[in-house]
């Protein structure tokens, strides 16, 4: 029965930073129509800057966001605007994307390789003051309740811009009608941007607490998360960033369960649940429509 | 003393990709005017307001909005000048009928809630979905919505696609009423249309026939030539 609740609680703390992880990729998809294949190394290279951060100045990682955060929402709103509208005017957005991102994801693992070297990297779990902290009985470490306390606020404040600001309805608008949001006057490529800014930020700080709940930081990981980040949003549904939150819950119960119970077989459950979504539901848990493959 | 022109469309052509579509199209709609755009299904009305909003690429001639050439403006620029496009699809399915009304005036708040008001007066059948999903309205509704949403934007000038396609001759008369309200506020008017009810609104017709003007005048003109008479106002 312990094992069962361990399992159950873990997967709770998995979910809230899963879809953190996984949240930046469906925002750019859902307006843009573009896949970000380098959105694993975004939050790998936001794990080393947390982790330069803390190693250099002592920064625990929830200060470093308030580094990490500005840095990597200016990238990506400097890398936009090269890379995405071109992109866009192409025949298969969709495709290209795949392409020209499966470059950058591989240009930028070769650029953590120079910079941080291939040996794993970690943050200490004592930058945090330890705090008692019990879930149904079973005591958590503080690096994860303050990781899931920063994933749940990093969603809350991305409900606040997409369903409370005047740019939230704007970037829904791209999402819901893209033709009908030009007719409104909207700038498709300043919102654009601007989500394209928020989903660097966000894989970044999701980079930030990654080594703790997840695996150490090495160059080599971007895809893992890449992949993993691909698989919730396409169980929740592409293109809608709040069913993200969806898709992570089952994968994180998905791994959270099999890691407890049959280790060796949590890297491939969650993705035979992918595999029976797409067979099942091609739009995923929350989508409306289906996609066409 | 003579209108002033408030769009000009001159020599314009345009298509999709390589395949022409519109050939040398002129019009011209003046102010506090409404100019009727009469043709079959695939005669390219929608293929030409689409070319002037700028969702197709103009492959020859130019569009000019209060003398100003906007043929290469970006739509959502056009959009800010006070140009407004509207379509059957001209809505935000996954948003609320009241999201929806505030997207047409996103770049000009003032005075909301009275713009709000005043739709739901022109059409108090929406008020009770204000705060529902636009993907729950049925057909009727959802064209209700459209002119609610152009009531909203105030535009100087309305390029408005096939309104009543799809509508019971009831909904199309609604339509054709909210519409006048938009003519007695002066809004010039490009409506493409195969009903002859929007004639009631309209000055001046003009037929396009696989891609080009085969006629342009006003609306008693259009209703005395035989052809059109017989192809768009009935056999008699």
């Known amino acids: ?293 | 003393m003579e209108k002033q022109a408030v769009l000009e469309v001159i020599n314009f052509s345009t298509g999709y990709g390589p395949l022409q579509i519109i050939w040398d199209c002129s019009l011209t709609v003046n102010e506090k005017e409404t100019l009727l755009l009469l043709g079959s299904n695939g005669s390219g009305k929608t293929t030409l307001l689409k070319g002037i909003v700028g969702y197709l690429p103009a492959k020859g001639g130019s569009v000019r909005f209060m003398g100003r050439d906007i043929t290469r403006v970006a739509i959502h620029a056009k959009s800010r000048m006070g140009i407004t496009y509207c379509s059957e699809s001209s809505i935000y399915p996954m948003m609320t009928v009241r999201e929806n009304l505030l997207m047409s005036c996103i770049n000009n708040r003032d005075s909301f809630n009275e713009r709000v008001d005043h739709v739901f007066e022109v059409f108090p059948d929406l008020k009770k979905f204000d705060r529902s999903r636009a993907s729950g309205l049925s057909g009727g509704q959802r064209k209700m919505l459209v002119i609610g949403r152009v009531l909203m934007a105030r535009p100087r000038l309305l390029l408005l696609d096939e309104p009543s396609s799809g509508l019971s001759p009831l909904f199309t008369r609604k339509i054709t009423e909210s519409l006048l309200v938009l003519k007695d506020m002066g809004t010039p008017m490009l409506i493409s249309e195969q009903n002859t009810e929007f004639t009631r609104i309209a000055e001046k017709v003009m037929v396009l026939d696989h891609g080009r003007v085969v006629f342009s005048g006003s609306e008693s003109e259009a209703e005395r030539d035989e052809a059109i008479h017989s192809a768009y106002f009935g056999i008699g």
Request: proline share 4%; charged share 10%; net charge neutral.
């Open chain 1, 1 to 293: 029965m312990s094992l069962f609740v361990d399992a159950f609680v873990t997967s709770i703390l998995y979910a809230a930073f899963f879809s953190i992880a996984a949240l930046g990729l469906n925002l750019v998809f859902g307006v843009m129509r573009i896949v970000n294949l380098a959105h694993g190394e975004f939050l790998v290279m936001g794990s080393y800057l947390a982790i330069a951060l803390a190693d250099s100045y002592g920064f625990n990682p929830v200060v470093s966001l308030a580094v990490v955060v500005p840095v990597f929402l200016a990238i990506g709103l400097l890398l936009y605007f090269p890379l995405v509208p071109r992109l866009q005017k192409s025949g298969d957005p969709e495709m290209s994307s795949f392409i020209l991102f499966f470059g950058v994801s591989y240009a930028m693992e070769g650029l953590a390789v120079q910079l941080f070297g291939v040996s794993y990297q970690s943050l200490q779990y004592n930058l945090f003051k330890p705090i008692h902290v019990e879930i149904l009985g079973y005591v958590m470490p503080t690096a994860w309740v303050v990781t899931a306390a920063v994933s749940v606020a990093a969603l809350a404040l991305v409900y606040f811009y997409l369903y409370r600001t005047g740019l939230g309805l704007q970037t829904r608008a791209l999402m819901i009608n893209r033709d009908e949001a030009m007719a409104n006057g909207v700038n498709i490529n300043a919102v654009s941007a601007i989500a394209f800014g928020f989903s660097i930020a966000l894989a970044a700080s999701a980079g930030v607490f990654s080594s703790f709940i997840s695996y150490p930081t090495s160059p080599s990981i971007g895809d893992t998360f890449t992949l993993i980040s691909f698989a919730i949003i396409i169980i929740g549904a592409l293109g809608n960033p709040l069913a993200t939150v969806v898709g992570a819950v089952v994968f994180a119960y998905a791994y959270g369960y099999t890691e407890i119970y049959a280790a060796n077989w949590s890297s491939i459950v969650p993705f035979i649940i992918l595999i029976a979504v797409i067979l099942a539901r091609p739009q995923g848990l929350l989508g409306r429509k289906a996609r066409e493959f």
